[in-house]
Every structure is written in structure tokens, then in C-alpha cells.
């Protein structure tokens, strides 16, 4: 069993940067592959990117390609997310999540196991 906490989320202007980080404990880190979701108000959860256990390769959603990049430390036990040129669609809380089962990046909530609280990222127009 892993726990997950995220960080890095708040306020910004569009056109600006955040570094969202989750940390894990509990669990060798390397052995999940991990994701970043993120839910809008009145909307579902939806997949942003995905990164193997490796950090090898990653798969992202084609709205968010160019701009935001995933990376994990598995020394660190932690998955970033970089987000530039941040639209005010971006908008929303940001989950980070682990699968422990499985080989492939997966896309839908239900294959992740393990979630974070939660942060909050606003962008303003």
C-alpha cells in the first residue's frame, strides 16, 4: 500500500508556470506506475499524463502535450509534473495516483489504486 500527497498547486496568471510534486510512502515507489488526473468543478476526472515505473516512458492527453511534462525520482519517492503556458482550462484540482498491477499507462480512474488528496491549481485570464 502506498500513500500519496500532493503539492505545488495555486494561483497564476495565464501563460505561467507550476511544479506540482507528490510524494509517497509506504511502499517501494518503483513498483507503480503513476498518473496525474485532474477534476474541474461539474466535471469528471480525467487522465493528464502517465509515467512508468521506470519514468522510461510517459503517455500525455493531447491538450496538455507541449506543455506539461512528467518526471519521477524513485530515490526521492516522488512524480512531478511541470506545467508551462497554463490556460485558464487547466483550471482544476490535480490527483496524483498509483497502479500496482499492470505494465501499460493506463488512462481511467478505475486502474488506479492508490490517490492523494488533492491540489488545487487556478489559472486566471
Same mark, same amino acid.
Given at each position: +500500500?502506498? +500513500?500519496?500527497?500532493? !503539492? *505545488? =498547486?495555486g494561483l497564476v496568471?495565464?501563460?505561467? !508556470? #507550476?511544479?506540482? !510534486?507528490?510524494?509517497?510512502?509506504? /511502499?517501494?515507489?518503483?513498483?507503480y506506475?503513476?498518473? %496525474?488526473?485532474?477534476q ?6 480525467e487522465?493528464?499524463? *502517465?509515467?512508468?515505473?521506470? *519514468? ?9 502535450? =507541449?506543455?506539461?511534462?512528467i518526471?519521477? /525520482?524513485?530515490a526521492?519517492?516522488?512524480?512531478? #509534473? +511541470? ?6 482550462? /487547466? ?7 498509483a497502479? @500496482?498491477? *499492470? ?7 478505475? /486502474?488506479?489504486?492508490? %490517490?492523494g488528496? @488533492? ?7
Amino acid at each position: +500500500q502506498v +500513500q500519496l500527497v500532493e !503539492s *505545488g =498547486g495555486g494561483l497564476v496568471q495565464a501563460g505561467g !508556470s #507550476l511544479r506540482l !510534486s507528490c510524494a509517497a510512502s509506504g /511502499d517501494t515507489f518503483s513498483r507503480y506506475i503513476l498518473g %496525474w488526473f485532474r477534476q474541474a468543478p461539474g466535471k469528471e476526472r480525467e487522465f493528464v499524463v *502517465g509515467i512508468s515505473r521506470t *519514468g522510461g516512458n510517459n503517455y500525455y492527453v493531447d491538450s496538455v502535450k =507541449g506543455r506539461f511534462s512528467i518526471s519521477r /525520482d524513485n530515490a526521492k519517492n516522488t512524480v512531478y #509534473l +511541470q506545467m508551462n503556458d497554463l490556460k485558464p482550462e /487547466d483550471t482544476a484540482v490535480y490527483y496524483c495516483a498509483a497502479r @500496482g498491477i *499492470g505494465i501499460r499507462i493506463a488512462t481511467r480512474t478505475d /486502474d488506479y489504486d492508490y %490517490w492523494g488528496q @488533492g491540489t488545487q491549481v487556478t489559472v486566471s485570464s
